[in-house]
């Protein structure tokens, strides 16, 4: 999918352009990725806590 939207977006681009554009929109994706998990590790972390005798 990523590949599909840089392929439209960047249509007519240098590929130097296009090489940034995907390892710049990759690098996110990972990042936005792991934000989420440790998001959902604390808010587990927060509802087993809720539960200890």
Request: cysteine-free; aromatic content about 10%.
């Amino acid at each position: 999918m990523l590949d599909q939207f840089i392929n439209a977006g960047l249509r007519g681009k240098s590929e130097t352009t296009v090489k940034t554009y995907r390892h710049a929109l990759q690098r996110f994706s990972q990042h936005d990725s792991t934000i989420l998990q440790a998001y959902r590790e604390d808010k587990l972390r927060a509802v087993e806590g809720l539960y200890k005798d």
